[in-house]
């Protein structure tokens, strides 16, 4: 049996497309982030949508702590060749992903029933395939391409094997009863 976790509504925001957010957390340019619905972000996430475009799915979790912010890289104006310029990167982030604690994300990328661990470092411009895995306490280099069904880990993170057929069925299921379970106090 799942355990059933409650949480106290005057300290979450809930949309009509049942999106539930902390009243702790800072959602910065709401009007460039798109989310599909049944969501969770955790106290003091961090979501920079006033960077660039934010795009996420449904039955993500972000917990406690997280940063998610777009990816950025440099570029030159027609005016002046020479005079280089940051230019913000959107933000992807696929179904049924969970993220844990205190991790900060600045990937392009992050596929559909994916795990992030707990005090991960996802550099610039990474793109996180389908089906991944990336184990607590790692960092994923700027412009890391992680394959999809794989499991990545450690400083800087490398391959360390493949993620079972079963990834996909386990973490849909595992990310739909935790938002199920997870309910406010009576």
């Not at 969970?98 to 600045?106: M, N």
Request: glycine share 6%.
């Amino acid at each position: 049996m799942d355990t059933i976790i409650q949480y106290d509504k005057s300290e979450f925001h809930e949309t009509s497309s049942g999106i539930k957010i902390s009243k702790k957390s800072i959602i910065k340019g709401t009007e460039q982030i798109n989310v599909s619905g049944r969501c969770i972000f955790f106290n003091d996430v961090i979501l920079r949508g006033d960077l660039a475009k934010v795009s996420i799915g449904k039955y993500l979790v972000v917990h406690e702590k997280v940063t998610l912010k777009p990816s950025y890289t440099y570029g030159y104006t027609k005016e002046s060749p020479t005079k280089k310029i940051i230019k913000f990167l959107p933000l992807m982030i696929s179904d049924y992903v969970e993220i844990e604690s205190s991790s900060i994300i600045q990937a392009t990328k992050i596929g559909t029933c994916t795990s992030i661990g707990k005090n991960c470092y996802i550099s610039h411009r990474c793109i996180i395939g389908e089906n991944s895995i990336i184990l607590d306490d790692s960092i994923l280099p700027p412009d890391t391409v992680v394959p999809a069904n794989s499991v990545y880990g450690g400083r800087p993170a490398v391959y360390i094997a493949e993620t079972p057929e079963s990834t996909p069925i386990i973490q849909k299921q595992k990310l739909i009863n935790f938002y199920k379970n997870f309910v406010p106090k009576s």
